[in-house]
């Protein structure tokens, strides 16, 4: 069974940066879409980003211009560069491994960040 880790959240001044790591274990990791979604108290969880086989990327409307989306198959990582980060970005980080036939999901247990002055 696979394990998802995600890394890099905490509290950062509106304007500023993060940068979230994921590490997915487990075989064939450069076959499966890996994707970034997050969750607001209160709300449901939403597409944050993400990333194909293939290096195609997709980003929920919030984010795009803001957001950037890689990976690293050779590490088993995929990040996410926050850049421009404002309150309404506070939630907690999801990553998460979509296989690209069956469409199974296998998610992490996600990283906390806040935005705030």
């Known amino acids: 069974q696979a394990q998802i880790v995600e890394s890099g959240g905490g509290l950062v001044q509106p304007g500023g940066s993060l940068r979230l790591s994921c590490v997915a274990s487990?075989?064939?990791?450069?076959?499966?879409?890996m994707g970034w979604y997050r969750q607001a108290p209160g709300k449901q969880r939403e597409l944050v980003a993400t990333?194909?086989?293939?290096?195609?990327?997709n980003y929920g409307d919030s984010v795009k211009g803001r957001f950037t989306i890689s990976r690293d198959n050779a590490k088993n990582m995929v990040y996410l560069q926050m850049n421009g980060l404002k309150p309404e970005d506070t939630a907690v980080y999801y990553c998460?491994?979509?296989?690209?036939?069956?469409?199974?999901?296998?998610w992490g247990q996600g990283t906390q960040v806040t935005v705030s002055s």
């Open positions: 487990g075989t064939f990791f450069s076959i499966y879409t």
């Open positions: 990333i194909t086989s293939a290096d195609m990327t």
């Open positions: 998460n491994r979509q296989h690209p036939i069956h469409g199974t999901m296998t």
